[in-house]
């Protein structure tokens, strides 16, 4: 860093990112320009989509539970300095977890169901992620590359799974059968059922508030636990961790077995809570929104939580603006999402040189 | 089962789908080997895919669509340039970025000029890169035997022949230019390199653009000579495929084509064997479909063999002061 000092942290961890967001928001609005739409009207129609109602706001809350699994996952990974690509594919092989669990326990009552359910989503997804540690740590191969070809590892056997093992003989469709034996019933079921008062129709459920309390174990299991300093020690500086006494590999292995397990997740709120069944891809690239998450929360659940619900809001918007506008195609939010990955990843530091000479002239 | 194993059907199908792997992992090789990582290679091919099909869908013209899809291919690789040389960002991070943007910007823009969701409209022929049958071997096609090798290597488009003809060019360019020795020392010991008074930047930004004009070959490849439009992630993770091709010919050029072509091969005979019994016994396409990304884990791991990647690829340049 230049002799002048740094940059106070309110600048680093609140002026630079939302700087860096509103780059990317404008360059979206400059795309939607040249399509011939008005881009703050186009960002109206989203507000008023996403949080205008109550129907929005569940939907939104309903994404947002998504990105908070899978931005905590790539969050968690990178403390310890791992770049995990692979959690659509730990999501994915997860849903496999939550399926064998439901259908096959479907005689026991739900409240056992459901914990064995959660807890075979979280297993499936860990064990995606832990071989890819594996692999890393003992094998010396890349976890990036390696997450990348589970994921398509993932994608087809998944593929072969649903086919072969779990559609029923005759169902068109490429999907499992209700999985009514861990059913997570969305708020709107429960309302109906419990107090019989109609909301509209949203599949948010339970699972929402479960994401926000596995943040906060995040929170607390890396900087409140010996593990998770361990794990911050390897990804600050790995020499150090091994003068330490920390061994690097074996904790490797275990945060990809724990950034998996939480990106598994993903399958209670999807398979369990909202779709009651396995279906063909039905991760839907959130285990790459979680990097846009993880970057823009900073890899901080609190963070993470923030800009999940704002993808949530982006997602919920851009799809009320694709009904509104069918000129805006709904892969808008994608383009959103790879311009706030660019600016708040790969060019982060972009304005930095710039705001230091900004403030410190200021300061003089 | 001879015939759909080795058939000249199944083996002209391997090389029209090797040729946009054999492409972007030439891109792939020219970019790691100057020290930047490229996992936006699929991106930028998909991009490249849509201007193609854009550009002749408007004009009709199947040059002017590979030029200007060299041209956006370009654009998204000097992105990643900026990104990984100047900022010395994350170049892994970067390569989402960029993949993320191509696959939405292709079908927002696409549904803007031609309202059908994100497709563009069937190309003609003459908008299209089409087969050119050589003329004295394609009087052999029917020869047994020697018309299976008159099938593989007449009949593909220009950029077929382009595609493979980079091959030996790249390998020699790498090998015994000057230019060449560089860049693979800038992707080993940029501070060598630095030293010797040669610029680590000016280097890599070289390979970038190499990587992108490749990329914009393979994707207008895919979108006008192996089909005839574009459709929303045609692409189909060629870009990632070629990675792993890249890995299992240990960041070199002939063996680059041998894997693209075994990938490639791996390709065609899962599109080939759908739905074909052997006695009762049906092969799942979807074990033949992951086998090029199984293989190349296990070659990672050192279960067989070693791939060693260029010792300085993904590590931004910082000059020592």
Redesign the interface.
Known sequence: MSAKGELPGWVDVGLIPLLNLFVALLISGVVVLIIGENPLEAMWIMLKGAVGSIKGWGYLLYYATNFIFTGLAVAVAFHAGLFNIGGEGQAYIAGLGATIAGLSLEFLPWPIVIPIAVLASALFGAFWGFVPGYLQARRGSHIVITTIMFNFIASSLMVYLINYWFRPVGNMAVESREISGAYIMSFREMARVFFDYRMPSTPLNPTFFFALFIAWAVWYLLWRTKLGYEIRAVGANTDAAVYAGIRPQRIIMITMAISGGIAGLLAVNEVLGAQHRLVLEYVQGAGFVGIAVALMGRSHPVGIVLAALLFGLLYQGGTELSFAKPEINRDMIVVIQGLVILFMGALEQTFRPWLSALFFKVED | MLELFFGAETLASTVRLSVPLILACLAGLWSERSGIVD?GLEGKMLIAAFAAASTAAFSGNALLALLIAIMVSLGFSL?HG???IN????????G??????????A???G??WFRE??RTPALSSDARFMPIDIPGISSLYDVPLIGVLARIISGHSLLTYIAVALVPVTAWALSRTRFGLRLRAVGENPHAVDTAGISVARLRYQAVIIAGVLCGIAGTYISTSLSASFV?DMTA?RG?MA??AL?FANWRAWPALWACLLFGYLQAMGTRLQGVKFGTFEI?V??I??LP??M??VL????IGKSV?PRASGIPYTKDR
């Open positions: 996992i992105v900026y990104a990984s900022q010395r960002g994350n170049q892994v991070v970067s989402v970025a960029i993949n993320m943007l191509a696959a939405g910007l079908v927002v823009l549904n803007e969701g994100g929303r993770g990632f990675l792993a890995i799942p979807q074990f479909n992951m990304y199984v190349t884990v990672l791991a050192g279960f990647p």
